[in-house]
């Protein structure tokens, strides 16, 4: 087998020595690729403004569209109702559903070919990791200023029991999309956001968990939560840099 790739080799290099290479056309051929190039990325690049505006009228809005829906509906109805034990439940639904819109990139498993075609995953994934994190954390921010106001409710305290619930779904959600059964079915995501946002229902009914000795539990939980998940987003966009997540959907 070596042999026969010898001898191939031998015909390739008879061959390449016949032909004359002109130097100074290759240097101009050099020159005008080098050129090209140059107009090239001088055209693709635009302002940050402008790559924004195409992430936005590009990307799929079905699940943003949900997401606003359930935002105004939950501003309404918590302004009106008790904003109590449900507070917890809903929070962690908003959590789970802004990673739902990130994952939603990867549903489709169309994610390398758009790598390659045109957009950058990583641009999405952080500008729809982003604008839905905000979405939520305004709508319980919003939520909760009502409900303390009309039910003279702590502030503080509300907003440290809400927040917890929010970063810990977010950290679960991860979690399974950091798998690859998680980003390519829709299920497991929707399951785990589920099984997170009533697992803080069920710690919402325990009255213990909300005295004031329990505050300083609160506030180490909510400081460990943002941790893992500062760490797990690092490790998704990492994962992403090296195409490993891009090249398995």
Not at 172 to 187: A, E, K, Q, Y
């Amino acid at each position: 087998m070596g042999e026969q790739y010898g001898d191939i080799k031998e015909l390739f290099d008879k061959n390449d020595s016949s032909v004359i290479i002109d130097a100074s056309r290759k240097q101009e051929t050099l020159k005008s690729v080098k050129r090209n190039l140059i107009q090239q990325s001088a055209l693709s690049m635009g302002s940050n403004w402008q790559i924004l505006k195409y992430q936005m009228f590009y990307m799929d809005k079905t699940i943003l569209m949900i997401h606003l829906a359930i935002c105004l509906v939950i501003i309404i109805w918590g302004s009106c109702q008790q904003w109590g034990q449900i507070s917890m439940i809903v929070s962690g639904a908003l959590g789970a559903l802004s990673l739902l819109e990130v994952g939603n990139l990867f549903f489709s498993r169309m994610t390398e070919l758009g790598e390659s075609c045109y957009f950058n995953v990583r641009q999405l994934s952080s500008f729809q990791m982003v604008y839905s994190g905000v979405i939520s954390l305004v709508t319980l921010l919003i939520t909760t200023l009502f409900a303390s106001l009309k039910y003279q409710l702590d502030l503080m305290k509300t907003g440290l029991y809400i927040l917890v619930p929010f970063v810990f779904t977010e950290c679960v959600c991860m979690t399974v999309m950091l798998m690859g059964i998680g980003r390519r079915n829709l299920l497991p995501l929707i399951a785990a956001g589920i099984f997170s946002a009533l697992f803080w229902g069920v710690l919402a009914s325990i009255p213990n968990l909300y005295e004031t000795s329990a505050l300083v539990f609160w506030v180490l939980a909510l400081i460990a939560g943002i941790g893992i998940l500062a760490i797990q987003v690092r490790r998704f966009f990492s994962a992403l840099d090296k195409g490993e997540i891009i090249c398995a959907d």
